[in-house]
């Protein structure tokens, strides 16, 4: 082989391998298997120990992708680092501050604290006395890497503060990222600057990471005992007084109004910055409030991501495609010839449900306008009618599973009165292939068992080759058969194991929220499993059929009900939950056993005065009391409010239990 047909050859092997380091490290999501993956690798080092004038930056031997996750020593956060929710028009925010305002039970003037988005890399640094004694990952919110000794090596993060009123104990959070100018000379190893920020923090060796000009911009805490303090905007102003760089655009907004005015500004203007922003964060600025507000499952409830626009482009529908999800949703995706959206190439597109197909009248072959906003997965606008072929015809939806053949339905929601747009499939067990393989990608996702190494692929490959047909199948895998798999060596095997030995042991509510029953998410999961202890009594309660009895769940309803009904008249799954029970580790939820209100019982009846029932349950869970929705011998107090109803109050006083004002319920708590 010739000289230029050798390099011609070695530069086709680096853009394979660019492409799959980016996919496997980057995006953890692999293409092609480990085995593929190494042998890619060692042909490009072979080529280039044979061949002296070889040579790229992207070489296996200079890249700067990083070590996987298990490589490093993990860390649980001691305030959860929660992702925020988007927003993308106006509608979207109008909402978020109505929400708001219902849960403090009134309309109050807001100041917003508005910071740019940065789009980089999330990291939290602990001070003890003035000293950077740590420094994390985000993670999976929960837990993280341990990342000390590359964050020390960005200069914008101070390793010692004097300050006098710095707190002894703090956490400071903030976005690692990469400026444009510096990325332009990484640009051929990584796919864009947020990648590279993560490739590189991940280094193993801290001397590769100091290569790296990062840089570091603070914008929050995590744990902190705050007594001084106000507002958000203060805490930005100390932070840069201790020595932190912060955004120099942010600013104290008071209205929705004025959002949307400064995001249309602001988008305008983000292409002029030195890194990258993809939208606005926006917080409500007394940390009062915030408290007060707290959190969901997976975000704060005072803050909210404003999104900037959608990219789009046109392609050609070339077919539609029926995916069974874990709840048995069909869902239509477009496939299209493959187009460049804002950097990434799409080659589908959700088309949502029957009932949007039907609206747009998409059809195979139609030219039709591709959007993708954000995170959000790409999806039909509009169809190009000019375009359309004369012989065309409509999309017929089908009746039956394309997975398992079960009978296809739409149902009736009491509430809205109307057939709900998603179509399902009626199969409630394992018996549906394709429900039965979504379940267990449920089932070893990161907030349910978060079993590392054991991705979507993984569960895809080991079910066509009959290893797993059931999630407790997960725990009796034969390794030695694994170990003989294209793909699979010693060490990745080793790994595996070691990753699905360490989910054995799982909070019950955790648990709860794996099984992936519908509308049982990881709030209604916690319910369930404050009020039944125990994975053993949550059993009881549904081998003696007494599923009714959690509707004295405060926030357990029919909806919830129904589904638990419907999913375990199915004696498999009934079967699988048992089974797991025994294998795992399954430890109660861990609860505030020793709050003021501790082994007592509440119900609200009537309107509170400036506060919301949200906020008043929380405040009774917080100091280790319970809430439930119906007067029995059960409840010990009902709270009575603004016009409270009359047959609870007079029920209350005939069963002998308390009734309380807000005022007296209040003083329990001083």
Known sequence: MKENEIKKYYLKKITEFETHNKLYFQ??????????????????LDLERKNSFLKSDSSPSNSLGYAPSKNFVKSEHRVKMLSLSNAFDSEDLGNFEKKIFNYLNKKIEVEYSVEPKIDGISASLTYKNGLLVLGTSRGDGNIGEVITENLKTI????????NKDFPKDID?????????????????NFANPRNAASGTLRQKNPNQTKKIPLNFVAYTYGYFENKTIKKQSEFLNSLKKWGFKISEHNKILNSIKDLINFHKKFEHERFDLEYDVDGLVYKINSLELQKRLGFTANSPRWAIAHKFSADSA????????????????LTPVARIKPVNIGGVVVSNATLHNEDEINRKDIRIGDTVKIERAGDVIPHVILVDLKKRDKK???????????SCGSDTIKEFNKITKKFDAVRRCTNEGFD??????????????KEAMNIDGFGKKVVENFWDL????LPQDIYNLDYSKISNLEGWGQLSVSNLKYSIDQSKKVSFDRFLYAIGIRHIGLENAKLLAEYTKSIKNFMSFIKKNNIN?????????????????????NKLNYTVIEKLSKILNISDLKLNKNGKLQNNTFMFTGKLLNMSRAEAKSLIENNSGSVVSSVNKRLKYLIIGDKPTNRKVQKAKELGIKVLSQKEWLNLLN
Do not use: M, W
């Open 27 to 44: 995006k953890s999501n692999p293409k092609i298997s480990d085995h593929e993956y190494d042998k890619l690798k060692k042909e490009i």
């Open 155 to 162: 200069l914008d993060i101070p390793q010692k503060i004097t």
């Open 172 to 188: 400071i959070r903030g976005e690692v990222f990469i400026k444009k100018k510096d990325f332009n000379l990484l640009k051929n």
């Open 314 to 329: 046109y392609s050609k529908v070339t077919d539609i495609d029926i995916q069974v999800g874990r709840t048995g949703a």
């Open 392 to 402: 065309s015809k409509k999309f017929v939806f089908p009746d039956n599973c394309p």
């Open 432 to 445: 549906c292939e394709k429900i039965a393989i979504e379940r267990i990608k449920h089932f070893i996702s």
């Open 466 to 469: 009959n290893l797993i047909r």
């Open 549 to 569: 009895e959690f509707l004295n769940i405060d926030g357990i309803g029919d909806t919830q009900i129904n589904s638990l009904k419907k999913f375990f008249n």
